[in-house]
């Protein structure tokens, strides 16, 4: 059974970045591909970024330029780097498998807010 944890969220300023970690706890972490999604009130999780396990990346049209996704393999790590944010990338943040397959952690809640 996989875990996901994710953190780093926060209030900020639009403009602003944030850098989102995901800790995943379990065995074969290194042969999936992962992925950042948010979910915004009354929608459903929606797949911003993700990482296979080669390191190819895929971005969404919506952040791409702005959030960098990365993995630390040895870690277990997953990251999401996010520049330039803007009042519409106010969501909480998860991280799952891409196409997801394990259960949902807690997200981290992310405000962009003067």
């Known amino acids: 059974q996989v875990q996901l944890v994710e953190s780093g969220g926060g209030l900020v300023q639009p403009g602003g970045s944030l850098r989102l970690s995901c800790a995943a706890s379990g065995s074969a972490f290194s042969i999936y591909a992962m992925g950042w999604y948010r979910q915004t009130p009354g929608k459903q999780h929606l797949l911003l970024a993700s990482?296979?396990?080669?390191?190819?990346?895929n971005y969404a049209d919506s952040v791409k330029g702005r959030f960098t996704i990365s993995r630390d393999t040895a870690k277990n790590t997953v990251y999401l780097q996010m520049n330039s944010l803007k009042p519409e990338d106010a969501a909480v943040y998860y991280c799952n498998e891409a196409p997801p397959q394990y259960t949902w952690g807690q997200g981290t809640q992310v405000t962009v807010s003067s």
């Open positions: 990482i296979t396990n080669t390191g190819r990346t």
